[in-house]
């Protein structure tokens, strides 16, 4: 028998491998599954495993196929033939670009205005997951104690929503835009800096929309 969570587990990945031909990434299991983190998803996923539902394939991280399915289901989807999924055809090579939409400067400060302008921006296809994505030039040392520097290229991940913890492109008042970790402080929404110099923002959360998640970040010399 399966707990509920190894069954919703169990069927996520079979839907997708069904619907793209490729496993999702240990974030998206997590993200489906509404877990806190991915030491979760590796649990659950060595218990699918010691009851012979899944198995990792060999020399292809984070490719998994499913053996079977609980009975009564359909038959299992074949194995992944590619460790993570994508919304639509992208370049496999390393050395791969693709271009993503530049919407000029964020603060990881003080906020300014953002999301202005929409210039083509070359980034390495390895370097983004699945969804839709923009860039951003950062601006400000607010995040250094996240390893995100003034000059520095954020490449976002379009999302409304986000989850405790994560760094986001918060958009306060429908002006102004903001780098920033986000946090729930009560009945408010806070936005925390990575660096001490800096105090933390908070703000009602009808004054807050949260515009894309922190997926990666390039740095030009």
């Known amino acids: 028998m399966l707990t509920a969570k190894q069954r919703e587990l169990l069927i996520f990945i079979n839907d997708r491998l069904i619907a793209t031909g490729v496993s999702p990434s240990f974030d998206e299991m997590r993200e489906a599954l509404d877990l806190k983190s991915k030491s979760g998803v590796h649990r659950l ?16 991280a984070r490719a998994l196929e499913v053996l079977r399915l609980p009975d009564g ?35 990881a400060g003080t906020p300014i205005e953002a999301l202005q302008g929409t210039e083509a921006f070359a980034v390495p296809a390895a370097l983004l997951g699945p969804g839709e994505h923009y860039a951003l030039e950062v601006s400000g040392d607010s995040m250094v ?4 520097l003034d000059g520095d290229y954020a490449l976002i991940r379009k999302v409304d929503v986000a989850r405790e913890g994560e760094i986001v492109v918060a958009l306060i008042d429908g002006e102004e835009a903001t780098l920033k970790t986000y946090r729930r402080e009560g009945q408010m929404v806070r936005l925390d800096p990575a660096n001490r110099a800096y105090e933390a923002q908070r703000y ?14 390039i740095r030009r010399y």
């Open 45 to 60: 996923i060595s218990a699918l495993e010691e009851r012979k539902f899944i198995r990792r394939l060999p020399n292809r």
């Open 73 to 107: 289901m359909a038959p299992p989807a074949p194995a992944a033939a590619m460790p993570l999924a994508r919304p639509h055809p992208v370049p496999t090579p390393a050395n791969d670009t693709i271009e993503i939409p530049l919407h000029g400067r964020i603060a």
């Open 145 to 148: 104690e996240e390893g995100i």
């Open 204 to 217: 009602e959360p009808r004054r807050v929309a949260i515009q894309g998640r922190l997926a990666g970040l």
